[in-house]
């Protein structure tokens, strides 16, 4: 109360309701009350009257300048129905700590964790519409059924005294599943003992075949890596086919005999051809005639029999059109949690060469998140819109950033790209590739900054509050 009291912009109300007796308040015609009703947050919706309503959790605290910064949004951009903004965390003292810097509207990440937080701002007119909520975390779900006006402020406005965001309490998991249920999804979600969170599922197609397209030069052990997907993959809708950029007999004996009879493995010759990545994936999607291609390294090795269901099921999804893994390098660290656009003013893997044991900043690479990319490594995308899109460019970008623009221009058509934690694969990272070939040549390098040059200054699930030289999510500081 005194936070709201104490506010820069004084054109507020605040509304308090509970089931109990009530406490006395101070003497401010803005401060309205009743008490001892059945349905505290309808109580305190009857007495609101603003146009938009702020849901706070008791306990916490709003920054002094928070309703200015939600107003100035307002004025900016007057159609917004939803608001969220950064927070932290304050102790009895006062004290900060642990600021949350969030990425804009991320429609899947809302679905593994409450990210939005503790200060939410709704218009009245969708939050009367949509009726009865039992709390913020559902009534947000279902006023995003109704719209996708929704503004992130990249400011911390709200100080909390709860514990981390996200966790898997049983009302929110309920406002999951019954905005699963509404959504006619046809999807559900399973408890994962792994993060104390909850993993959202969802039906596998009826057509699920998927072409895993390997290409290869000959130089990492393919044999461990084709055992690993025919010894580790529990999903049987799918065929390997190996593009051979080699310049000898072994991959071509290798297919032709090691794996006779078992998974099959279809071999295209692509020997002593100049290496470019991006055309030899794309002439072997072109003998494809699944609805789903798969892009996967040479040097990866399976760890989760379930991986490829996992990206499936994702993939299948009309609204998505590209899903990455998680991929560890063999000492157990992580090499890939997704992508972020202006890293060291380009482009890099969040969280690369940190534990994974653990969790890192607030799990986000331990649940299913929106990302603008993910690495080429191991790349889900339906064959109907990689087609559509132009495949790779492998004009521009022969050796590197290809997988990267694929991505990047799947985003600018309106299709979202996914990473999910649950397809877990080991990746040695271009052990298949010689050293003058993982080089990427100074005009890919210059053409990729040319193209996305806006999207590596302001990469939409990357905070501008965090910082560009660092891929553990560190705040940023001046001059970063």
């Not at 992130?152 to 998991?173: F, K, M, Q």
């Not at 040479?298 to 760890?303: A, S």
């Not at 969280?351 to 299913?368: N, Q």
Request: aromatic letters at 10%; charged letters at 25%; hydrophobic letters at 40%.
């Amino acid at each position: 109360m005194q936070s709201v009291a104490a506010q820069s912009y004084g054109k507020w109300e605040l509304c308090l309701t509970g089931r109990g007796a009530g406490h006395p308040v101070r003497q401010d015609t803005r401060i309205k009350t009743r008490w001892q009703v059945k349905d505290p947050w309808q109580a305190a919706l009857q007495l609101a009257f603003g146009d938009y309503v702020a849901v706070l959790e008791p306990g916490g605290a709003l920054a002094a300048d928070a309703l200015f910064h939600i107003v100035d949004l307002l004025n900016r951009e007057p159609a917004t129905d939803v608001i969220y903004s950064d927070e932290d965390c304050m102790d009895e003292a006062g004290r900060r700590a642990r600021p949350f810097f969030k990425p804009e509207w991320s429609p899947d990440l809302i679905l593994s964790m409450n990210y939005a937080g503790r200060l939410l701002v709704l218009r009245r007119g969708p939050v009367l519409e949509v009726g009865q909520s039992s709390h913020a975390y559902d009534l947000l779900l279902r006023v995003i059924e109704r719209t996708s006006r929704v503004q992130h402020i990249p400011r911390v406005l709200y100080h909390a005294t709860a514990e981390e965001p996200g966790r898997d309490h049983p009302a929110d998991r309920q406002a999951v599943n019954d905005h699963l249920r509404s959504a006619h999804t046809g999807a559900w979600t399973e408890t994962d003992p792994r993060n104390g969170r909850w993993r959202v599922r969802y039906p596998l197609p009826l057509d699920g075949r998927v072409s895993i397209i390997i290409p290869t030069g000959g130089k990492a052990d393919l044999e461990g890596n084709l055992q690993s997907v025919a010894a580790g993959t529990d999903y049987p809708q799918y065929e390997v086919v190996v593009i051979d950029n080699s310049g000898g007999d072994a991959v071509r004996n290798l297919t032709r005999e090691a794996y006779a009879g078992a998974q099959p493995i279809r071999y295209i010759d692509w020997r002593h051809k100049p290496f470019n990545y991006a055309t030899m994936c794309n002439q072997a999607a072109r003998t494809c005639d699944s609805p789903f291609l798969l892009f996967l390294n040479d040097d990866t090795r399976v760890i989760t029999p379930g991986w490829l269901r996992a990206m499936v099921e994702l993939g299948a999804r009309p609204e998505v059109g590209a899903v990455g893994a998680r991929l560890l390098f063999p000492d157990g660290s992580i090499q890939h949690a997704g992508v972020f656009l202006g890293l060291y003013s380009r482009a890099g893997h969040l969280f690369k060469g940190l534990d994974s044991v653990g969790s890192h900043y607030f799990g986000l690479d331990r649940v299913i998140r929106n990302v603008s990319a993910v690495t080429g490594a191991c790349l889900l995308v339906r064959a109907e819109l990689f087609w559509d899109i132009g495949a790779f460019d492998a004009d521009h970008f022969p050796v590197d950033s290809n997988d990267i623009d694929l991505c990047l221009r799947i985003g600018a058509k309106g299709y979202r790209v996914l990473y999910t934690p649950y397809a877990e694969l080991y990746h040695d990272e271009s052990q298949s590739k010689g050293v003058v070939d993982r080089i990427a040549h100074p005009t890919e390098m210059q053409e990729f900054s040319r193209r996305w040059s806006e999207m590596i200054r302001n990469d939409k699930f990357y905070s501008p509050n965090l910082s560009r030289r660092d891929v553990g999510c560190s705040p940023r500081i001046k001059g970063d």
